[in-house]
């Protein structure tokens, strides 16, 4: 690597650093018990970990390298875009363009070769084609969720229902037999905790 | 799955959710410009990104999957242990015991095919024998430097030389050109900076 090379990969882990304070939705508790954000780089570490222990509980085990790779890389767009609360209807919506705005931003300070690999990772996790991707997406939001009940209740002080996390949490279901068998049993914790707000009437 | 390899995969999730709660040395800056001390999940997956960075620069990259699940998984003893910082003497001379000691209570709670294998890879990153394990380390203390260089003058408060830290930086340079390249650099920013602590006379 020469010293361009060299520069431009130490500015763009300056710049990574700042998902450290990219927080999230859903919390995280202490060993005193108080509760904080979890942020967007706890929460990549914390995907990887469940991919880890999940990727050979399915019939065929996508590549490890290459979904944790996926993983790391999936959220760095947040560092310019921010953290899009997956129940706000109007962030949503203008998610994808804020994002590949960022991702320009992001990724275009590495060499090509490094730049247009991680955009590539992030793509590929986007836009939800591969087994790969899906076994991701699958891990992303089953550890958003089990963040949701052991932060306990951050859906029902956002006003977010259980039918409103289906729309999340059924693609994720759908991926494998595991991701159904460990989300449903947050689900059961999750309403035995009172963690979902009712419906409007 | 059934329900009882489910139910602890969940327990040990919410176990692992305490690494985000373990602080390490180095500090990190958020966008106000404030630093804060960085914790070891942050850290697992800031290590990840600097795998994922430099893997194709080695001249034998090791698997990909391996390296990264081995890095998902080696801080994992700090939920008991909590984390050692490397220029404490007294602390590293019981860090090998303390954390055989936490391996047990974390690796133990999983069923048993899954505890032995996050163990497996939690020695293999400790034991330093396979290139997987070497370049994993010398991603682990890239990442710590760099965190240093970032989050400016943690080792100049707590008395740490520059001599000490090579003791550490060194094994990381041997592992692979690209490593040496990275970390002088990263020296020559830290001493322009005054980041460490002048030699005792």
Known sequence: MDAGRIAAVIDFLALADRLKHVERRGRTVGPDGAARAE??????WNVALVALLLHREVAEPPDLGHVLAMIAAHDLVEIEAGDTFAYDEAHVLTQAQRERAAADVVFGGLPPDLGARLRALWEEFEEGRTAA????MACDRAQGFLQGVIGTGHWRGAGVT??????RMDPACAVAPVFEALIETLYERARQGGMFAEPRA
């Open 39 to 44: 942020n967007s780089a706890e929460h990549c």
């Open 133 to 136: 991707a899906r076994f991701a």
């Open 162 to 167: 259980e039918a409103q996390t289906r729309g």
